[in-house]
């Protein structure tokens, strides 16, 4: 059973997972219209990804007998001024998505709901690796430099890095 507190903040998390998957999947359409395929296939993912973080706060909320609101998203930005201030915004994002999961973590303590304690682990882990992930083409990004001719490996640097992401979401799957 879900207090008030938690359920609501628990409601709050999801509409930010939803939003981050809205947003990257215009990241995706963006890219996409650049001739950016590596990065829109990126994106694409992240956003799925995203999606089943809102979708695994929604079982949960529902395994506990609460109520998972569907939220509202609002209009994500469509349009970005370089492919390195696209992924600056992403790594911004999960920082903020950090901080919101740090402070439900806390809630939960406090609350001492030792279930949602422990679910809410999953994404304590979940966004430490993906704040590296950000970090990891960014850096590579400021390696190659952003300009025009320069979009082309910074494109097949977020391909091999995609691939590489999926191949590792793969093996994880099949060992669960
Ligand atoms: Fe689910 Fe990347 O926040």
């Given at each position: 059973?879900?207090?008030?507190?938690?359920?609501?903040?628990?409601?709050?998390?999801?509409?930010?997972?939803?939003?981050?998957?809205?947003?990257?999947?215009?990241?995706?359409?963006?890219?996409?219209?650049?001739?950016?395929?590596?990065?829109?296939?990126?994106?694409?993912?992240?956003?799925?990804?995203?999606r089943q973080h809102?979708l695994?706060?929604?079982?949960?909320?529902?395994?506990?007998?609460?109520?998972?609101?569907?939220?509202?998203?609002?209009?994500?930005?469509?349009?970005?001024?370089?492919?390195?201030?696209?992924?600056?915004?992403?790594?911004?994002?999960?920082?903020?998505?950090?901080?919101?999961?740090?402070?439900?973590?806390?809630?939960?303590?406090?609350?001492?709901?030792?279930?949602?304690?422990?679910?809410?682990?999953?994404?304590?882990?979940?966004?430490?690796?993906?704040?590296?992930?950000?970090?990891?083409?960014?850096?590579?990004?400021?390696?190659?430099?952003?300009?025009?001719?320069?979009?082309?490996?910074?494109?097949?640097?977020?391909?091999?890095?995609?691939?590489?992401?999926?191949?590792?979401?793969?093996?994880?799957?099949?060992?669960?």
């Amino acid at each position: 059973m879900l207090s008030k507190k938690i359920e609501s903040a628990l409601n709050e998390q999801m509409a930010m997972e939803g939003y981050a998957s809205f947003l990257y999947l215009s990241m995706a359409a963006w890219c996409d219209r650049e001739a950016m395929q590596g990065c829109a296939a990126f994106m694409r993912r992240q956003s799925e990804e995203e999606r089943q973080h809102m979708l695994r706060i929604f079982n949960y909320i529902l395994e506990l007998d609460g109520h998972p609101l569907t939220p509202a998203i609002a209009e994500p930005p469509h349009f970005y001024d370089s492919v390195q201030a696209m992924f600056n915004n992403v790594y911004e994002h999960e920082q903020k998505v950090t901080r919101s999961i740090h402070q439900l973590v806390e809630l939960a303590s406090e609350e001492k709901d030792l279930a949602t304690f422990q679910f809410l682990q999953w994404y304590v882990d979940e966004q430490r690796e993906e704040e590296t992930l950000m970090r990891t083409i960014l850096d590579r990004i400021k390696l190659i430099g952003d300009g025009p001719q320069s979009l082309y490996y910074i494109d097949k640097e977020v391909e091999r890095i995609n691939q590489a992401q999926a191949a590792a979401d793969a093996t994880q799957g099949a060992a669960t």
